[in-house]
């Protein structure tokens, strides 16, 4: 079978310079501003990779395509060259009309094709999306993998495509019918890893949380509980990612990395075993975590914790069923930071219980815990959570505004009274965004290396320090003991030895330091920044002739090493441009290795998804 999955846009999304009429229904919602889709919105989603793994395997003929920020015009003209037999796509609550015009689309210009849609939204809507929206044939509902494997397989076969366990479809007379539940998936590692065809810097290890926080839909796609990899598959998996990612950095989406803990201590001794040297992130509770943990995460190269702290109010976190505490909080961001992981907090504001009395202990209680980073959310109501439950039950929500009202998330305060609200409107507004806290200083550093002596990050983290309390010296044969113990990003290295160089006013260095980045590690944002800046200055001195040097402190470097991915914009992790071929089927084909792109061609992507466009 011919089969296309697909990561449609939000809603129609216009090309430079054009304008979507305000009356067209497929619009975008008023008032939207690009800035409302974050990075993480164009990110490919895992399971789509993990769907088309399968069924590659199977032996269909797969593509996957990333068009999460193509213009519509430019989506018609893909959607009618892509002759595929079955389109499957995934629906999430931010995308859900977007989802529902291409498949209008694909039913206008491959009549005979089967349209799937599966994900978080269709989960929990699976009969509303069926019953408002004809041109989509079935819905999977939870883990699709072994549903997408029999709906194509009866599709190859000719059978009719009603009675399959996990799916909804219509029967003969025009209803939503429901087939039996699916089993979820017992071994995980019978499952086609999606590395294996596809590059993402993105990991999944493990499905499901045991906690039930009431904003959460992790249960309505996975099933209760916990289930994971085992160590050796995963280290498998991280071999093959890594043999093929250009930045040696990878991103744990688990929904919570650290449940079981001799799994994950195992895991970080492996990858140490196995000499798997690269830089990652992960995803967490605060209390999944202790002193030995930590030690062992670091040493296999953990630089960033993100945990879901919501809220610093108890009274909050006991309405979220959180069952943290705010202590709790304080102590496993004190170890993290004992062993130099950096810590970011995602926030909430607007949850249950929430008044502008406990947001104001929430903001005192950032002052106090002082993560690295921080990133407040409003609360959003998402199908398939227990807010939705209950917010239906009380009566203020009613499912069918998911599909007739414009909205990419509804976002509304649980059950705060009206003024409340509108003051915390008011203050997300103001300080909305990725905001940075705690920046350790000489001292703190200089303790993790009396720990980790021979940790190469931790080297780094001190070099940087020193950098910025002036002791060149010092921030020199730092950096240059990481290089010897094997930092995995040295483009980093040689450009902070770029910056020593040009607080010394060495420009030869610079010069030196940076063109060795470049080459034996292109594509890290603050290395491409400074490498093009450089170029930008020299050709501004050449210029200005040799008589009138343009002095070397008008040059702006910037010395950083944070756990920043320049994301190339390439299909299908991010929606970059398509292939020549890309309509073009035949047997599947391991992906080509990268191809090295020239630093003048990145200077658009420098800064992340916050600089991507509308893909013309």
């Given at each position: 079978?011919?089969?296309?999955?697909?990561?449609?846009?939000?809603?129609?999304?216009?090309?430079?310079?054009?304008?979507?009429?305000?009356?067209?229904?497929?619009g975008?919602?008023e008032?939207?501003?690009?800035?409302?889709?974050?990075?993480?919105?164009?990110?490919?989603?895992?399971?789509?990779?993990?769907?088309?793994?399968?069924?590659?395997?199977?032996?269909?003929?797969?593509?996957?395509?990333?068009?999460?920020?193509?213009?519509?015009?430019?989506?018609?003209?893909v959607?009618?060259?892509?002759?595929?037999?079955?389109?499957?796509?995934?629906?999430?609550?931010?995308?859900?009309?977007?989802?529902?015009?291409?498949?209008?689309?694909?039913?206008?210009?491959?009549?005979?094709?089967?349209?799937?849609?599966?994900?978080?939204?269709?989960?929990?809507?699976?009969?509303?999306?069926?019953?408002?929206?004809?041109?989509?044939?079935?819905?999977?509902?939870?883990?699709?993998?072994?549903?997408?494997?029999?709906?194509?397989?009866?599709r190859?076969?000719?059978?009719?495509?009603?009675?399959?366990?996990?799916?909804?479809?219509?029967?003969?007379?025009?209803?939503?019918?429901?087939?039996?539940?699916?089993?979820?998936?017992?071994?995980?590692?019978?499952?086609?890893?999606?590395?294996?065809y596809?590059?993402?810097?993105?990991?999944?290890?493990?499905?499901?949380?045991p906690?039930?926080?009431?904003?959460?839909?992790?249960?309505?796609?996975?099933?209760?509980?916990?289930?994971?990899?085992?160590v050796?598959?995963?280290?498998?998996?991280l071999?093959?990612?890594?043999?093929?990612?250009?930045?040696?950095?990878?991103?744990?989406?688990?929904?919570?990395?650290?449940?079981?803990?001799?799994?994950?201590l195992?895991?970080?001794?492996?990858?140490?075993?196995?000499?798997?040297?690269?830089?990652?992130?992960?995803?967490?509770?605060?209390?999944?975590?202790?002193?030995?943990?930590?030690?062992?995460?670091?040493?296999?190269?953990?630089?960033?914790?993100?945990?879901?702290?919501?809220?610093?109010?108890?009274?909050?976190?006991?309405?979220?069923?959180?069952?943290?505490?705010?202590?709790?909080?304080?102590?496993?961001?004190?170890l993290?930071?004992?062993?130099?992981?950096?810590?970011?907090y995602?926030?909430?504001?607007?949850?249950?219980?929430?008044?502008?009395?406990?947001?104001?202990?929430?903001?005192?209680f950032?002052?106090?815990?002082?993560?690295?980073?921080?990133?407040?959310?409003?609360?959003?109501?998402?199908?398939?959570?227990?807010?939705?439950?209950?917010?239906?039950?009380?009566?203020?929500?009613?499912?069918?505004?998911?599909?007739?009202?414009?909205?990419?998330?509804?976002?509304?305060?649980?059950?705060?009274?009206?003024?409340?609200?509108?003051?915390?409107?008011?203050?997300?507004?103001?300080?909305?965004?990725?905001?940075?806290?705690?920046?350790?200083?000489?001292?703190?550093?200089?303790?993790?290396?009396?720990?980790?002596?021979?940790?190469?990050?931790?080297?780094?983290?001190?070099?940087?320090?020193?950098?910025?309390?002036?002791?060149?010296?010092?921030?020199?044969?730092?950096?240059?003991?990481?290089?010897?113990?094997?930092?995995?990003?040295?483009?980093?290295?040689?450009?902070?030895?770029?910056?020593?160089?040009?607080?010394?006013?060495d420009?030869?260095?610079?010069?030196?330091?940076?063109?060795?980045?470049?080459?034996?590690?292109?594509?890290?944002p603050?290395?491409?920044?400074?490498?093009l800046?450089?170029?930008?200055?020299?050709?501004?001195?050449?210029?200005?002739?040799?008589?009138?040097?343009?002095?070397?402190?008008t040059?702006?470097?910037?010395?950083?090493?944070?756990?920043?991915?320049?994301?190339?914009?390439?299909?299908?992790?991010?929606?970059?441009?398509?292939?020549?071929?890309?309509?073009?089927?035949?047997?599947?084909?391991?992906?080509a290795?990268?191809?090295?792109?020239?630093?003048?061609?990145?200077?658009s992507?420098v800064?992340?998804?916050?600089?991507?466009?509308?893909?013309?």
């Open positions: 079978m011919r089969v296309a999955l697909l990561y449609p846009p939000p809603w129609k999304m216009p090309l430079a310079g054009e304008v979507i009429d305000p009356a067209d229904p497929g975008p919602p008032g939207h501003h690009p800035s409302h889709l974050d990075g993480d919105f164009f990110q490919m989603p895992y399971g789509l990779l993990t769907l088309g793994a399968q069924a590659i395997r199977a032996g269909h003929q797969v593509k996957a395509f990333n068009l999460s920020a193509y213009a519509w015009t430019v989506l018609e003209g959607i009618a060259a892509l002759d595929a037999e079955v389109f499957g796509m995934s629906c999430w609550t931010s995308n859900r009309r977007g989802v529902a015009l291409v498949a209008a689309l694909i039913k206008r210009l491959h009549p005979q094709a089967t349209v799937v849609v599966g994900g978080p939204h269709a989960s929990a809507l699976g009969k509303e999306l069926l019953a408002h929206h004809p041109a989509i044939d079935l819905v999977c509902e939870g883990e699709g993998e072994e549903t997408l494997l029999e709906i194509l397989a009866r190859a076969a000719g059978k009719p495509l009603n009675g399959i366990a996990g799916a909804l479809w219509r029967a003969s007379d025009g209803r939503v019918v429901k087939g039996p539940a699916r089993p979820n998936i017992k071994q995980l590692d019978s499952l086609a890893p999606p590395h294996a596809f590059d993402t810097h993105i990991l999944m290890t493990s499905r499901g949380c906690w039930q926080c009431t904003f959460c839909g992790a249960e309505n796609t996975w099933g209760r509980g916990f289930r994971g990899h085992s050796g598959y995963v280290l498998d998996e071999a093959l990612a890594l043999a093929r990612l250009p930045v040696r950095m990878v991103q744990i989406k688990d929904d919570t990395f650290t449940t079981n803990k001799k799994r994950v195992d895991l970080c001794r492996g990858i140490r075993e196995r000499g798997l040297r690269f830089l990652w992130s992960c995803d967490t509770r605060v209390d999944v975590l202790d002193d030995e943990l930590l030690r062992e995460m670091r040493l296999a190269g953990c630089e960033r914790l993100s945990l879901g702290v919501e809220s610093g109010s108890e009274r909050v976190l006991a309405a979220m069923d959180k069952k943290i505490t705010p202590a709790e909080i304080v102590a496993s961001t004190e993290a930071k004992r062993w130099g992981i950096k810590v970011r995602y926030m909430i504001v607007g949850a249950r219980g929430e008044t502008r009395a406990t947001f104001q202990e929430t903001l005192a950032l002052e106090r815990a002082r993560p690295h980073q921080f990133l407040f959310s409003c609360l959003a109501i998402y199908p398939g959570t227990l807010d939705f439950d209950d917010a239906e039950k009380a009566g203020w929500m009613d499912r069918e505004i998911y599909f007739t009202e414009k909205f990419q998330e509804y976002m509304t305060p649980f059950d705060a009274s009206e003024e409340d609200g509108a003051y915390f409107a008011e203050w997300f507004q103001k300080n909305r965004g990725l905001r940075t806290m705690h920046e350790p200083g000489v001292e703190e550093c200089e303790a993790i290396v009396a720990r980790l002596p021979d940790h190469h990050a931790a080297h780094v983290d001190l070099a940087q320090a020193y950098g910025r309390a002036g002791r060149l010296d010092d921030a020199e044969r730092h950096v240059r003991r990481a290089l010897a113990l094997g930092y995995p990003c040295p483009g980093l290295l040689h450009n902070a030895l770029a910056c020593v160089a040009y607080a010394r006013g420009l030869a260095t610079v010069i030196a330091e940076l063109g060795e980045g470049v080459r034996v590690d292109p594509q890290h603050v290395l491409l920044q400074n490498h800046a450089l170029q930008a200055w020299l050709a501004a001195r050449e210029s200005d002739g040799a008589s009138s040097e343009t002095g070397l402190q040059l702006r470097l910037e010395a950083r090493h944070g756990f920043d991915l320049l994301e190339r914009t390439a299909q299908p992790s991010l929606p970059g441009p398509l292939p020549k071929d890309f309509d073009q089927w035949g047997p599947n084909t391991p992906p290795p990268p191809t090295p792109i020239r630093p003048e061609e990145l200077l992507r800064g992340g998804m916050r600089k991507l466009s509308v893909v013309p």
